[in-house]
């Protein structure tokens, strides 16, 4: 039961390099997210997929750009990398509906740029 | 908007014992959720608790329990018996109930917990 997974877990960029972090659900869920983990700010939500076909910005979108593959792939594309950039990214699914709609994270991969 | 805030950056306890964390928020929406994670040094996020906001009994998981006080706008987490697996970093979240929300989740800054043999 892989459940959500991230790929690559670790990654240097230098500045101006491009890069697309990929990110897979195998729970058939309708909605995806992109989060950044900052020292002392929590996650932020960068991107989110309501449902396949659909995306949209969240709190924190300039500089990166994403694609909703499938109902089971969500990218996250950094077309020229910033040192502001440096920092953990998770990628989570949910249903998408209902009261009890829970979000499950992936490993998160770290990124640092040089 | 709404925030979360978490003001206690680290906490310590000892194995067995009892600590509180704490957790406020800001909305000025009345119908929505809040929930406890754990991020391990794995760095896994796991949902420990969630609380409906219209739910008025606070929600308990195992040795996990929630104060829920909807008027104070305060949602602090109880972890009793603690164990060394403890040791994590804890996010406070809220969540929308309704509208075009679609899951979005807000955290807080994070609370360090340590538990110490």
């Known amino acids: 039961n892989a459940g959500v997974t991230q790929t690559p877990k670790f990654q240097v960029l230098k500045t101006g390099q491009s890069m697309t972090l990929q990110c897979a659900q195998d729970m058939n869920h309708n909605s995806m997210y992109w989060y950044r983990q900052d020292p002392g700010m929590g996650l932020r939500l960068i991107y989110y997929s309501a449902s396949e076909g659909t995306t949209d910005k969240g709190e924190v979108p300039n500089g990166y750009n994403v694609s909703r593959l499938n109902k089971r792939e969500f990218s996250l594309r950094l077309e020229s990398a910033a040192p502001s950039q440096t920092s953990v990214y998770f990628c989570?699914?949910?249903?998408?509906?209902?009261?009890?709609?829970?979000?499950?994270f992936g490993p998160g991969t770290r990124l640092t740029v040089l | 908007a709404q925030t979360v805030t978490q003001s206690q950056p680290e906490m310590s306890v000892q194995e067995a014992e009892t600590v509180t964390l704490s957790c406020t928020y800001d909305?000025?929406?009345?119908?929505?959720?809040l929930f406890w994670y754990k991020q391990p040094p794995s760095r896994q996020m796991i949902l420990v608790i969630r609380q409906e906001a219209y739910k008025q009994q606070n929600a308990t998981e195992n040795r996990f329990s929630v104060n829920f006080q909807k008027a104070a706008k305060s949602f602090s987490l109880k972890i009793s018996d603690s164990q060394l697996g403890d040791t994590a970093m804890y996010f406070c979240a809220f969540r929308f109930a309704g509208g075009t929300s679609y899951g979005k989740l807000t955290f807080g800054q994070g609370t360090i917990l340590t538990v110490h043999p």
């Open positions: 989570a699914s949910s249903a998408g509906t209902g009261r009890k709609d829970t979000q499950y």
């Open positions: 909305t000025s929406e009345s119908n929505y959720y």
